[in-house]
Structures are given as structure tokens and as C-alpha cells.
């Protein structure tokens, strides 16, 4: 897995990224209460706003991470976001992105690096 410096994190299966934020960013959000989802076809670049999610605390924006088109959303999130705070690095997904350059991804730190940046 690879992590941004605004708690996203990315994680490679096969062909696709998928994107959602770390455990720390959600703890530090409080309790989730709505999460808005990119349209499935959605063309994107590095550092669009490509998601909303709102807590108790503050709304935040989901940047993309890379360039590419949006080839799954988890539905799951708009009916129980909730589940952010449960199982943020699991279940808890926003987003799955065909990176049109994957060596965008070395741009991004690992999990010493990340946990370094929030100590």
C-alpha cells in the first residue's frame, strides 16, 4: 500500500487502484455521516476533488491520487457511512481508478513513511 500526505491510501489490484482514507484521517474526522461518490466512467487528474465526505466535525474532499477513469464506486458508503470509521483500510473503499501512468504511485509514501509523517 502506498499513502498521500492527505490520508488517502492507495492500494494496487491488478489493473486498478483503489483509493480510501487511512484509519488515522477517519478517527480524526469523528463519525461519518454522508460520503458523495464519483460517477463510474468519470475521467480524472491527480489532485481532482473527486469525493465529499462529511462528519460531525468538518466536510473534507477526496482528491485523485492519479490520472485515470473511475471504474467502480462502493455503493455500500452512501447507504452506511459508518463503516468508515469502522473499517477504514478494509471495506471501506471509496473508489477504484484505471491509472492511466501507475509510476504515479511512486510518488506516494509506504507505511513507515506514512507513519512517520502522522507520529
Known amino acids: 500500500m502506498k499513502f498521500t500526505e492527505e490520508h488517502e491510501w492507495l492500494r494496487e489490484e491488478g489493473d486498478v487502484i483503489v483509493v480510501g482514507i487511512t484509519a488515522h ?13 464519483p460517477e463510474v466512467g468519470t475521467e480524472v487528474t491527480k489532485d481532482d476533488e473527486v469525493c465529499v465526505i462529511e462528519s460531525v466535525k468538518a466536510a473534507s474532499d477526496i482528491l485523485a491520487p492519479l490520472d485515470g477513469e473511475i471504474t467502480e464506486v462502493n455503493e455500500a458508503l452512501v447507504d452506511e457511512p459508518g463503516k468508515i470509521n469502522e473499517d477504514a ?10 491509472a492511466a501512468d501507475k509510476s504515479q504511485m511512486d510518488d506516494y509514501m509506504d507505511e513507515a513513511a506514512y507513519n512517520a509523517f502522522i507520529g
Open 25 to 37: 484521517a477517519a478517527e480524526q474526522l469523528g463519525d461519518i455521516v454522508f460520503v458523495e461518490l
Open 89 to 98: 483500510i478494509g471495506d471501506a473503499w471509496f473508489f477504484k481508478v484505471k
